[in-house]
């Protein structure tokens, strides 16, 4: 028996146990949390939760009418984000990267910005109608107060995420497998459906079924458009729920939330297996096709796509800037009538408004802040570590995101409804649960730039400083985070636009005192002040659009596909 | 400065060993080469010996402190052994200074101490005033002296050497290959070095371990790799060595014996203790064959002349073996042509031993 060395693994163990603390806390407590809510609620096991939610004709309802939206929204999806990605990716169209930036913008903006936007074009007070006077007569129904409008603005919303995907698939695409076919004798017209459309496949699945599960999950929009038409989804009956019967619902909602995630589980394996059915494996790397000449097309299609920029990105933006310069509802905007009041009344007089800014923008910055500080030793063990079990850690930092935000929001209230044991702490209707549910959450958007850093760093570089005798933790702070931070700090970033104006989660977990300013403007628009949640709306888009520059000062270190919207 | 004892080393990831039972023991001060094709397992015996990977069974010690055992394994921070890496792996966030100077900083030394030994390792790689750049900034033969000052800083008992001059130009990896040599004279540490290019090995190594899918094929000097090869692997891979089948006529004497190979009689070198047996072989060199000018030798095919300048290299199949490709020098004028008969003669060569255990 060789004698035992000592080994000086003390650093990576307490890391290890430190990272597994914190995943257990933010992944997978929620998780088991709310499963024990439907399979043993109050302790034992029994059917009770599932048999009460089950018999509920609003179940059936809601859940009927979050397949409809959720189908059809990802399906609106699907068809214009894959349009628009062969169209800038296969073709000689010129402005590729302004394209893409305004077309991927509407990701950057909260469904509920969106919602409101939309509403403010179309709807009988819309001042951008009012221009024109053609704005219908005061009283009439807004056309997006209906199931097809809640379709239109979810296939809004998601087409930019499955415009990403695919995008990234058709670049990767060999052009020797576009060259043969065309050698062949296919047109181009022909290896678009024969040959690139069908490699695609797992790309478009894969964008399919993350589309699903964002339009099924999504919050936003089904409150803004479906709650006024009685229109009601999971996650707004949820909301109506709580909202109505407090904690006590709260078993009823366990189940709900659940019921979600089922749903949004059913779209990610439906996207297995319909990828596993045949081989799509492309071998080669190579360079990309040559761009398609669209030859006296262009301009046409050309113009089609930022005729498409401006009904997605410029014109709601445009009304939603109007609405908050009007004083009132339905007055018409005129130089005389446009003022700033709104702002001046949701920056400094307004309370909640006031709070809820500050809430946000304090929630977002501890979250981005805490999530790149823990990104960077998680994303070190699972891109470079030795264990296996690591790699199942990633899987459950990305479980939070992946599933709706309801489903989080409903554990964490499971979780905090009492004081945490032993300590006496109520996190319960204060802000600190938001905070909590936030980390939880959005971990994974820094975590995920962070590995992608990872992998492109040569691990020579912190092996030549282990070989220097530095401890692990030395190493981690002098060498490995000075490479990694440029694409930390953006998946922070990242983190810090997405939190600043979120409703889903806030609007189950906020209370008196711990507003968002999602929950504010949605309060607003409620209460018929759509002129305050515009002047909110075009704060946050802007505080977005601004961060978004700031971001793009590091595009030159960050390893690419980190930043979204640039190309 | 240290001895390095590699015993009985094996490492496999998952069924696979991508070194088996390899034993070496490096010298204090000794330049140790170790040689091999793409793939045989040199880069992981480096990363055994510096801790990145652990062994699957034997030991590994550093002068008297065993560092690598089925027990455990000391920690690559605390072996006190430098690595030059193959792609130097400089640290893009620093200066030159702050690369060289990160050892001694990790080490709390104080620091108008450590700036002197930073100089002065600059200087030892004739960077001079080179401090304030960042690695990016440098050459490539620049940034190779970079990694081996940074190495040397640290005055480690022990440098790993991986294909540090794969990367580099033939021109510099000449000059290179010098100031290694220089560095080694000077400093005396103990050197592994790795490397895919024999005529690298040669001109650096006191021994040359010579590696064939993860086992150890020979250690020997360079000069007795090319005379003595011990096996068959190491016969041919060590410049182009010519393997014929043989069989032994007579006993070892005085380190020759008499072989039978292409249907002649030849006297060969051979080990001490040799014994009549067939199913031999044995290694030739170029230089071992000519054409031959009377009677004696082979006769066969000129299969190739490959004219390069001064000398053609001829491609010969001999008619008692048609499977065999001899190749040879002959230099101008040269009167072989391709397809034609030609004759024969070997000079000398050596009996590889029979299988059994390496030297
Ligand atoms: N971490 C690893 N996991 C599995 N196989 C490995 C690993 N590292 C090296 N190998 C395998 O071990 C063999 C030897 O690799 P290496 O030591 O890098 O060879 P060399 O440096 O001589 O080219 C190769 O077949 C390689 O694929
Ligand atoms: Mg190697």
Redesign the pocket.
């Known amino acids: 028996m060789p004698t035992r060395i000592r080994e000086s693994r003390g650093q990576e163990m307490a890391l290890t146990a430190a990272v597994a603390v914190v995943i257990v806390l933010l992944s997978l407590l929620p998780m088991l949390r709310l499963v024990k809510e439907i399979v043993a609620p109050g302790g034992t096991l029994s059917a009770i939760a599932i048999e009460t939610g089950l018999r509920s004709p609003a179940t059936w309802v809601a859940t009927w009418h979050t397949l409809v939206v959720g189908i059809g929204g990802t399906l609106l999806a699907v068809l214009s984000g894959t349009l628009v990605a062969v169209l800038v990716s296969l073709t000689d169209i010129r402005g590729r990267s302004a394209l893409v930036l305004c077309y991927v913008m509407p990701l950057m903006i909260a469904p509920q910005v969106t919602a409101l936007a939309w509403l403010q074009l179309f709807g009988p007070a819309s001042p951008f109608l009012k221009l024109f006077g053609a704005a219908p007569p005061l009283g009439t129904k807004n056309p997006l107060y209906s199931t097809s409008g809640i379709i239109l603005l979810l296939g809004v919303q998601y087409g930019p995420l499955v415009f990403l995907l695919v995008r990234a698939g058709l670049r990767k695409l060999p052009r020797e497998l576009v060259e043969a076919a065309r050698a062949g004798g296919a047109n181009w017209f022909t290896v678009l459906i024969t040959i690139v459309l069908p490699l695609m496949t797992p790309s478009i699945m894969a964008a399919s079924a993350l589309a699903f599960v964002s339009c099924v999950g999504n919050f936003g929009i089904p409150a803004f458009l479906g709650i006024p038409a009685n229109y009601l989804v999971l996650p707004t009956l949820i909301y109506q729920k709580l909202a109505g019967g407090g904690p006590a619902v709260l078993g009823e909602t366990a189940f709900l939330s659940v019921l979600i995630g089922v749903i949004a589980m059913a779209g990610i394996l439906a996207q297995e297996v319909m990828s596993r059915r045949r081989d799509y494996r492309i071998s080669s790397t190579s360079l990309s096709a040559e761009p398609y000449e669209l030859g006296r097309w262009r301009p046409v299609i050309q113009a089609s796509l930022w005729l498409l920029i401006l009904l997605v990105l410029v014109l709601p933006l445009f009304g939603l800037v109007l609405t908050s310069l009007v004083p009132g509802y339905g007055i018409a905007l005129t130089a005389k009538t446009a003022t700033l009041d709104n702002y001046r009344f949701v920056l400094f007089e307004h309370d909640a408004a006031n709070r809820a800014f500050f809430n946000s923008f304090w929630l977002s910055i501890a979250a981005a802040f805490f999530a790149v500080i823990v990104a960077v030793p998680v994303g070190y063990l699972i891109a470079w570590g030795k264990q296996r079990w690591v790699r199942l850690l990633n899987l459950s930092v990305e479980l939070p995101y992946a599933l709706p935000g309801v489903v989080l929001a409903i554990a964490s209230l499971l979780i905090f409804l009492r004081p945490i044991p032993f300590t006496g702490i109520q996190l319960y209707n204060t802000v600190w649960i938001i905070l909590y549910a936030y980390l939880a959450r959005f971990l994974v958007l820094a975590l995920r730039p962070t590995i992608s850093g990872y992998h492109q760093i040569d691990r020579a570089l912190e092996e030549a400083a282990q070989v220097a005798g530095a401890g692990l933790f030395t190493r981690l702070r002098t060498i490995v985070f000075p490479l990694v931070a440029p694409a930390a700090i953006a998946g922070g970033l990242l983190i810090f636009m997405t939190a600043l104006s979120e409703l889903t989660v806030s609007a189950l977990l906020w209370s008196s005192g711990s507003e968002t300013i999602g929950v504010v403007m949605f309060s607003f628009e409620q209460g018929g002040d759509s002129n305050y949640a515009a002047a909110m709306s075009v704060i946050t888009v802007a505080v977005t659009f601004v961060l978004m520059l700031v971001t793009n000062l590091l595009a030159p270190h960050l390893p690419s596909g980190v930043l979204p919207w640039r190309d | 400065m240290a001895r390095l004892t590699l015993d009985h080393v094996t490492k496999s990831f998952a069924d696979f060993d991508a070194v088996k039972d390899v034993s070496i023991d490096v010298a204090d001060g000794e330049f140790l080469a170790v040689l091999g094709p793409?793939g045989c397992g040199?880069?992981t015996l480096l990363r055994l010996v510096a801790g990145f990977e652990k062994v699957s069974a034997g030991e590994i010690r550093i002068g008297s402190d065993v560092v690598s055992n089925s027990g455990g394994s000391v920690a690559p921070e605390k072996r006190r052994v430098g690595i030059v890496f193959q792609n130097y792996a400089l640290w893009p966030h620093m200066t030159v200074a702050e690369n060289i100077g990160y050892s001694l900083k990790v080490a709390k030394l104080d620091k108008a101490v450590a700036r002197r030994k930073v100089e002065d390792a600059l200087a030892l790689v004739n960077l001079q005033g080179l401090g304030d750049r960042r690695p990016a900034n440098l050459s490539g033969g620049q940034r190779q002296r970079v990694a081996l000052a940074r190495c040397l800083v640290a005055a480690p008992s022990l440098v790993l050497f991986?294909?540090p001059l794969a990367n580099l130009d033939v021109h510099l990896r000449a000059s290179m290959e010098d100031e290694f040599a220089a560095f080694h004279k000077r400093s005396g540490t103990t050197i592994v070095y790795?490397t895919h290019d024999q005529a690298e090995a040669m001109a650096l190594a006191d021994r040359i371990a010579v590696m064939d899918h993860g086992r150890l094929a020979q250690l020997a000097t360079p000069r007795e790799l090319y005379h003595e090869p011990a096996n068959e692997m190491v016969a041919s891979f060590i410049s182009q060595g010519i393997l014929l089948p043989a069989d032994v006529l007579s006993a070892e004497e005085a380190g020759h014996c008499k072989v039978r190979v292409l249907e002649t009689e030849l006297v060969v070198r051979c080990r001490p203790g040799e014994l009549p047996r067939a199913g031999a072989k044995i290694c030739c060199r170029s230089a071992d064959l000519e054409v031959s000018a009377d009677s004696s030798g082979f006769d066969g095919l000129v299969k190739r002349v490959i004219y390069q300048g001064g000398a053609a290299r001829i491609e010969f199949t001999p008619a008692a073996g048609p499977d065999l490709t001899l190749h040879f020098e002959q230099p101008d004028p040269v009167t072989l042509v391709s397809g034609a008969e030609a004759r024969l003669r070997l000079k000398s060569g050596w009996l590889i031993p029979a299988a059994g255990p390496a030297s």
Do not use: Y
């Open positions: 793409s040199k880069t991986d294909e790795i």
